[in-house]
């Protein structure tokens, strides 16, 4: 009898990770993630079997890893946590009667940046990915005018690729109507892992040239601040 | 030389804890953090200084904290992520500059429940607490309607206590002036510790009698649906 765990491995290094997903890739057999995040545990998955896929292909990786889950342990691996924009969700529609499947939360990308700038997630905010890849880019727009006119800390997921270099910018841009332009913005590559990155700007100084698809991008409200080099949300208590 | 780790320990049970936030407590010497908070890491604090303080408090118990790390290695301690509504910024706003902090990110109790509902955050979403004590409650209406408008999944955090039962009633019929009655709606009590419990229904059969300061609601979007028991918020994907 196997077993499917779709398992979000926290932002990368290992020790972020939780003891609930580190002990699900120990107990399986097979391993399954796209090749770059199969290379961020490997050294938890010596002697597994491994089925990598390449970045697109998530339908096939899911249904594979289904497959094998029905006389095997295999866990699927995501970075972050699977639940937010990770595979969770493919995995549960694809999913059949006789499929047993486990998720196991982890450290999202937005919260461990967040960490690392200081603490600007403390109030009411929202995550928009700005992939237009299934997401019309009228309705992201719309989204990110509704949170800044809401005042919501906005965390952006993959702010920018090669195919889509000006939407990071509009986006900032429309912001801009509603906040002013010192309100601090934080930008994270490789958050908890190597080559770690962290940049704090303004809405004024932001530059979106220094974002990439590694990055997550924070954006504070009205009330956010910049003390010491951290960038702090408050959540209102008065001292 | 002493240190202050501000710790989230994810949704409570230690399977659920980060190796980090594992490794913070057990190097530390001192535990600082509300008494029910204390309890869930007790297995690990065993011969540990310990300074509990009741609810409220929350100042007096970061100043004690970094006052404390000034010459011992401290963890102060947060259920969830200590950066979403938790210690993390409140202690950034009182340190002074010879205290070293450091960040330890956690598994926040909405995507804790999202695992146990399936996998309703898979799109962009928000996180809104209904605690008025720091915010007017016409801001947090303002935060829940234009979150409605904008379709994305919502997720209430604080959603109800003795002294605002209505709220959570009020914010669920303000979602539904954008959403049909259909919408899912999940309520987890107690994510991933003792005493779990869960609930899907709808934004017409929602009852916010069963929902308490322990829980999390999670709001679905307009693409959101069910399938053998699971609350799905699809990213896209067309097969």
Redesign the interface.
Known sequence: MGKLYVVGI??GG???????A??AIEESEVIVGYTKYIKLVEDLIVDKEIVQTGMRG??ERCKKALELSQNKIVSIISTG??????M????????E?NHIVE??????AA??G???L????????????LSD???PYN??K??VE??A????VISFYNPRSKGRPYYLKECTDLIRKYRHGTTPVGVVRNA?RDNEKVKLCTLCTFCEDEVDMLSIVVVGNSNTFI??G?M??????V?
């Open positions: 926290g932002p290992i020790e972020h990770m939780t003891l609930k580190k002990q998530e339908i946590d699977a639940g937010i924009y990770g969770a969700g493919l995995i549960l529609e694809v999913k009667e998720i196991v939360p982890g450290v999202t919260v461990a967040a960490a690392l200081g603490a600007p997630l403390m109030h009411d905010s929202c995550y928009i990915s890849l299934m997401t309705l992201i719309k989204r509704l949170a006119q809401g005042d919501f908890l003390k010491e951290k702090i949300t408050p959540r209102g208590y001292f």
